[in-house]
């Protein structure tokens, strides 16, 4: 089985931008585990916080399927990849798009680019599968930013998606989200069925960020 993921999301936390998202970049590549840690940055962090922690794996938190032209404000896929993203969430409970728009991205983004596409519950992440993502991430919107984990307030969301999932592609990676804080969520969401883990405030609002990252790999 691929080693776990831990996808870290930097959201707009002060904690995480700028110089922040470089100091947090430089912890989580240095960190000794076999999890596959990957942290998910503001397109304008990406540049400098792949400067800073070159090893590590960087996403950014959303693209849009357009060309270079008349796209203002748009974040363009291929600008994205050339600043060094390896890949990119789609499709998260706070920057919702269409089915449409998962699918045009997909279709312009070169193999073996990440694009994870998060999903509020089974229903979604099975109308996501058929689109056929690399990864798909369950998170409930009502347990975000909460201090109860996905794995224990709603476990069936986890497994029913990982089994919706599963049963149009086998080839697609389920991570859960929403209120993972510890090495105990990410084995419980291992234990699930999940592939991995997408989380955000356990470490941005952590008062010792070394001591979360240890921790949330301990079990694994
Ligand atoms: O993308 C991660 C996410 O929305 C979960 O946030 O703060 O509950 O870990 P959080």
Redesign the pocket.
């Known amino acids: 089985m691929p080693d776990p993921l831990v996808v870290v ?1 930097c959201k707009t936390y002060s904690t995480a931008s700028g110089a922040a998202a470089e100091a947090l970049a430089v912890q989580m590549m240095s960190l000794e585990t076999s999890a596959r840690m990957v942290l998910s940055v503001s397109p304008l962090d990406l540049a400098p916080v792949i400067a800073a922690a070159p090893d590590l794996e960087v996403w950014t938190q959303h693209l849009d399927p357009v060309g270079h032209g008349s796209n203002t404000g748009r974040i363009q896929p291929e600008t994205a990849i050339s600043r060094g993203a390896a890949g990119s969430l789609i499709n ?2 706070e920057r919702k798009v269409s089915l449409g728009h998962v699918d045009e991205l997909l279709a312009m983004v070169p193999t073996g680019f990440e694009v994870c596409a998060c999903a509020a519950d089974a229903s979604e992440a099975m109308a996501l599968a058929h689109l056929a993502p690399p990864m798909i991430a369950v ?1 409930p919107p009502s ?4 201090n109860v984990s996905v794995t224990k307030a709603d476990p069936s969301a986890v497994s029913d998606s990982v089994d919706a999932v599963r049963s149009i592609d086998d080839g697609i990676r389920v991570l859960c ?4 804080k510890t090495g105990e969520d990410v084995a419980a969401a291992v234990d699930l069925g999940a592939s991995g883990v ?5 470490v941005t609002k952590a008062r010792d960020t070394q001591a979360v990252l240890l921790d949330l790999v301990s079990m694994l």
């Open positions: 999301n998260h409970a998170e347990l975000i930013g909460g989200g929403a209120g993972v997408l989380l955000a405030s356990g």
